[in-house]
C-alpha cells in the first residue's frame, strides 16, 4: 500500500561502479543478449501494437465519422466503445508487458547484476526478497494462472523452445547415473531444441515467438539440439520423467554459475536456464540449490544426485533448509503436478526465511563474484584503466569534487 | 453560527488555507531531511514503486486535466474525450522507456543523453530543451491558475474581494501561486515536491470518485441515460456523442478547410501520445525510486490511476453537461473550465440542500488548486534541477562542482525560473495561451524523443545528432507555432474578435494548423538521423555496450 512505506533514511547509495571492462564482458554474455533480444522485441511488438491502434483510432474519428456515429446499444455508439477499448487495451498491454518483464527479463538481469557485483544492490536484497515473497504468495491465490498453465500443457500449445537452451549444451544422451527409465536424450517426439521448461510457460495467454538464436561470440557451443530434456508438454508418464542431467545441483548449488570450463558447466548452465520457471520467481534471490534442476523438473520422487545432497550438506544449516526446500518443493509437485505451483509453495517457505536467504545470498554473491573475478583474470580480458578518470567521472552523471569519492 | 449561513466562498478559502499549511509542513519536514544532491534532485531514491506512481499521475494530472477535459466534454462532447485518450496511451511508451532510462541516469534526462555523448553541447542542448517546455508549460498552468482560482473563489468583473478588484485578485492569485511554489521547490526539494504531489493526487482521486459517483447515481447507473441526458441538454442531440463538434471540423463546401482541420486534429494526437514520454517532469521522477524495478511499478500504478481518472472525466463532463447545461457552464466561462465545480455545486444541492452544494463546491476548488499548485512545483523542479546539474555542474563546472555548490545552484535556479514564470504569467494574464499545453506536449515529442530512443537503440548515434535532433525538434516546433494560426491572423468570422495570442489585425500565419506537431516531430527524428549520418564522428561501440549493458540490467546504476 502507498502509506505502508514511508522513506526512512537513505538507502542504497551505489558502492562500487563495476570496472570497464566489465561491461565488455557482459555485453558477450548470452544472457545479456538473450534479455536485448527480447527486450527490443517487445518494444518493437508493443509500440506496433499500441501506436497503430490508436492511430487507427484517431484516423477513424477523423476521416470515418459515419462510421463511428454508428449507435451500438442505447445512446453508446462506436466512437465511444472503441475509446473505451482504448482504455482496456492500455491497461491490459501495460499489464501483459509487466508481466513479461517480470519472467523473461527481471531474472535474467537480476543474475547479471548479481555477477557484477554492483555494489550498492546487496543491501536493498532485503526488501526486494520481501517484495517478491508477497508476489509470490499472490500469485498463489490465482488461480487463472495455473488453469492457464494447465490448459496450455493439456492442448500442448507450449511454445518449442524457450531458447536455444540446446546451444548452451544439452546433455547428450542419458546422464549417467540416471534412474533407470530416463529416457536418453528425451523421449521421441520431443520437439527439436526443446531444451527446458518454457520460462513462460503457465505465465497467462502472452507467449512471444521463439527467439533466433543470439549471435556473437559467448554462445556456448550448440550441438545439443533436440537432446534437452523434454518439456512437460508432452504429457509423458510420470515415473519415466526426465528428471534433469545431474550434475546441475552440484554445478548450481551454490546458486551461481559454475565457474569450471567444459561439458560439465555448460550443464550447468543449462539446467539453470531450464529452471528459470522456477527461478523467475526469485529473481537475483534465487536460493541456492533451487536452481539446480529439481527446481524445475522435479518430480515426486525425483532423483536427486548425491552430490546435490552432499553440496547443500556441506552448508550447515542453510545447506539443511535448502534440502527441505527442494523437498518442499517436491512434496508440492507432487500434489498438484504444476510447475508453477510448486515454485510458489517452494517460494513461501523460503519466504518464512527470509533472513537465511539473505546470508547465504551474500555469502553466495561475494563467492560468485571472486569466481568470476579470477575467471576473468584466468581469460586475460581487458584490463582496466581504459581510460583516464577524469572522463569516466564525467560520464555517467558525474562524481563530486570531493576526496574520496572518487568517480562516484 | 447557523449551517445556513455558511458562506461557500469562506469555506473554499478555509480548505485552500489548510491545504497550504499541510504543504508547507510537508515541505519544512523535508527540508530537514534533505542533505545532498540525492535528497534534492531524487528524493533520496526511497520512495516506493506506488508512491511514486501516484506521484506521478500527481505531476501529470494538472487542472487543465481535471477541469479543462471535464470542460470540453460539457461544452463539446465526445472530442474532449479524444484527448484524455491520447494522454492516456502515451504512458505505454513511457512505460517501455522508464526502466532503461532509470537505470542509465541519475538526475535527468541530460544524464542519459550524454552517456556515451561529448558532454558539453548534449547537456546544453538538453538543459535548454528542458527550460524551454517546462517554462511553456508553466506559464499556461499558471494564467490559467490565475483565472481558474478567482472563478473559484467566485470574484467576478466588478465584484470585490477583500478590497481587491476581479483584475488584481487574479495578480494576486498568480503571486501567490508562484510564491509557494518556489517556496515547495527551493524548500522541499524532489521530496517535498513529491509529497506535495502525492497529497495532491489522493485529493483529486477522491474528489473525482465523488463526483463521479454522484453523478451515475443521479442516472441510476445507466451510462446510456446519462448520455442520452447530455444530448438531448446540448440541444444537438446525437451529434454531441460523436466526433467533429470540435476537433477536425467539417467545413461544409471547403474541403481544403476540412482536411486542415482533420490534419490539425491529427497532429494534436500525435503529439499527446509522444509527448508524455518527453515531459521534463516526467522523466525527473523516474529517478526517484531505488531501482528500475520499482520504476516499472511506478509507471504502472501512474497507468492505472490515469486511466481511471480520465474515465471519471467523462462521467464528470457528460454529467456537467446534462445537469448543469451549456448556457449556465459559458456564463461562468466562456472556455467551460468550471463545468466540473458547479456540477460538484448541482449534485451537492441535490445531496444537502443549500449547504451542500456550497460544501462539495468548496471541496472540488480546493482540489483544482492543490492540482495547480502541485502541477507547478513539479515543472519548476524539473527545469531547475536540468539547470543546476546540466548547465551548471557539467557545462560550466566541467562535471566537478561540489554537492552543496550544485544543490544551492538548483535552489536558486528554482527560485529564477519561480520568479520568471510569475513575471511572465503576470504579463500575460490576459492573452490566450490555453495552446501552450499542446505545444509543451508537441516540443517534448519533437526534441526530448528523438535524442532518447535515437541514444538508447542506436548504436551509431552520436554527438551531432543529438544536438540537432534537440534544436531541430525544438526549433521547428516554435516557428511552426509563431507562424500558426494560434499566434496571429486568427478571427471569429462572426464578430472579428482575434482568436489568436495577437490582436485581431496582425497576421503573419504561413503554417496552416495549430498543433505544429504532426511535422515537426518526423522533422525533429529526421535531423537526428541526418546530422549522424553526415558528422564525421564516430561513435563508440564500447560505450554503447556500456549504456546497453546497464541501461537494460541495471549494473552500476545509481
Known sequence: MVWDSTPSGRRGRRADKPPHWRYAVMAQDERYLLVKVRFRRVVVGMVAAFLGWYLAYVALSAFARGFMARQVFGNVNVALLLGVLQFVSTFLLAWCYSRYARRALDPLTAELR??????????????????????????????????????????????????????????????????????????PGAPPGAGGRSPWAGYGSYRPPPIPPPPGPGVHGGGGAGQGPPGRWQGLPEPGRWHGPPGNANGNGNGTRGAGHGPAAARSEQAERGAFGAQAEWGDLGPP?????????????????????????????????????????????????????????????????????????????????????????????????????????????GGWARPGLGGL | MAWEDVDGRVLTFGLFLAFIVATLAITVWARVTTKGADDFYAGGRVFSGPQNGVALAGDYMSAASFLGIAGIIALSGYDGFLYSIGFLVAWLLTLLLVEMMRNAGRFTM?????????????????????????????????????????????????????????????????????????FYVTFGGMKGTTWVQIVKAVLLMVGATVLTVLVLSRFGFNVSRMLGSAADASGRSQEFLQPGQRFGKEVPGDVYHTILNKLDFVSLALALVLGTAGLPHIVTRFFTVPDARAARTSVNWAIGLVGAFYLMTLALGFGAAALVGRDAIVAQDPAGNTAAPQLAQALGQEVGGKVGGEILLAFIAA????????????????????????????????????????????????????SLGIVLAVVAQNLNVAFLVALAFAMAAAANLPAIVLTLFWKRFNTAGVVAGIYGGLGSSLMLVICSPVVSGKTDPVTGESLSLLPAGVDFHIFPLENPGLVSIPFGFLCAIVATLLSREKADPERYDELSVRSLTGTGSH
Open chain 2, 367 to 418: 482540489v483544482a488548486f492543490a492540482t495547480i499548485l502541485a502541477v507547478v512545483s513539479g515543472l519548476v523542479l524539473a527545469s531547475s534541477t536540468s539547470l543546476a546539474h546540466d548547465f551548471f555542474g557539467h557545462v560550466l563546472m566541467f562535471g566537478r562542482p561540489r554537492e552543496s555548490q550544485e544543490v544551492a545552484v538548483a535552489r536558486f535556479a528554482a527560485f529564477l525560473i519561480g
Open chain 2, 110 to 182: 541530460a544524464d542519459v543523453l550524454s552517456y556515451r555523448m561529448r558532454q558539453t553541447p548534449v547537456r546544453t542542448a538538453a538543459a535548454i530543451s528542458t527550460v524551454t517546455v517546462s517554462v511553456f508549460y508553466l506559464l499556461a498552468q499558471m494564467v490559467g491558475a490565475g483565472a481558474l482560482v478567482s472563478l473559484l473563489l467566485g470574484i467576478q468583473e466588478g465584484e470585490r474581494f477583500f478590497g481587491m478588484d476581479a483584475g488584481t485578485a487574479k495578480t494576486v492569485t498568480i503571486v501567490v501561486v508562484g510564491a509557494l511554489m518556489i
Open chain 1, 114 to 187: 548479481g555477477e557484477a557485483g554492483s555494489g550498492g544492490r546487496g543491501r536493498r536484497g532485503g526488501r526486494k526478497a520481501e517484495g517478491n515473497a508477497g508476489r509470490h504468495r499472490r500469485d498463489q491465490n490465482d488461480p487463472d494462472q495455473n488453469d492457464a498453465a494447465r490448459h496450455r500443457r493439456e492442448n500442448g500449445h507450449e511454445p518449442p523452445a524457450w531458447h536455444n537452451d540446446a546451444s548452451h549444451g544439452a546433455p547428450p544422451g542419458a546422464p549417467p547415473g540416471s534412474p533407470p527409465g530416463a529416457p536418453p536424450g528425451g523421449p
Open chain 1, 289 to 397: 540449490g533451487l536452481q539446480s534442476t529439481q527446481g524445475a523438473w522435479g518430480q515426486p520422487g525425483a532423483w536427486v544426485p548425491p552430490g546435490a545432497w552432499g553440496q547443500q550438506g556441506m552448508q550447515g544449516e542453510q545447506g539443511m533448509q535448502g534440502v527441505q526446500g527442494v523437498q518442499g518443493m517436491q512434496g508440492a509437485f507432487g500434489s498438484q503436478g504444476e510447475q508453477g505451483a510448486g515454485a510458489v509453495s517452494a517460494e513461501a517457505e523460503w519466504g518464512a526465511s527470509a533472513e537465511t536467504g539473505r546470508l547465504r545470498r551474500e555469502v553466495v554473491q561475494g563467492r560468485a563474484a571472486r569466481e568470476a573475478a579470477a575467471r576473468e583474470r584466468a581469460e586475460g580480458r581487458p584490463g582496466d584503466g581504459r581510460r583516464p578518470g577524469r572522463r569516466e567521472s564525467g560520464r555517467d552523471g
